[in-house]
C-alpha cells in the first residue's frame, strides 16, 4: 500500500477457493477506501476498470489466481490510478 495508507481494520472471510480478505483503509487523497481480495476460482489477468457504485466508485481487476476491488467516494480518475498503482505492485 502507499506510504500515506492507513489500515484501519481487517476482516478475513471464508471462501469457496481459499480466504478472502477486505481492509478498510484511510487513503491518503482518496479518504476513506476498502479493499477486497478473493480467489474466484479462475486464472486470467483482468486490467483495473472503474464502475459506479451508488455514491461510490469501485475499481476491480485480476492477477492470476486473486481478483480485487477498490472502493472509495474519491473521482473516478483518482481510484482508477490508485488501482493502476496498487496493480503494479502485485504485478
Do not use: C
Amino acid at each position: 500500500l502507499p506510504d500515506d495508507w492507513v489500515v484501519t481494520d481487517v476482516q478475513v472471510y471464508p471462501s469457496r477457493f481459499g480466504p478472502s480478505v477486505e481492509m478498510a483503509i484511510d487513503a491518503g487523497g482518496l479518504g476513506r477506501a476498502s479493499i477486497f481480495a478473493a480467489r474466484p476460482g479462475d486464472f486470467v489477468t483482468i486490467e483495473p476498470t472503474t464502475a459506479p457504485n451508488g455514491d461510490a466508485t469501485l475499481a476491480h481487476w485480476q492477477i492470476d489466481e486473486v481478483a480485487y476491488v477498490l472502493v472509495s467516494k474519491a473521482e473516478p480518475d483518482a481510484i482508477l490510478a490508485a488501482a493502476n498503482g496498487l496493480a503494479a505492485t502485485l504485478d
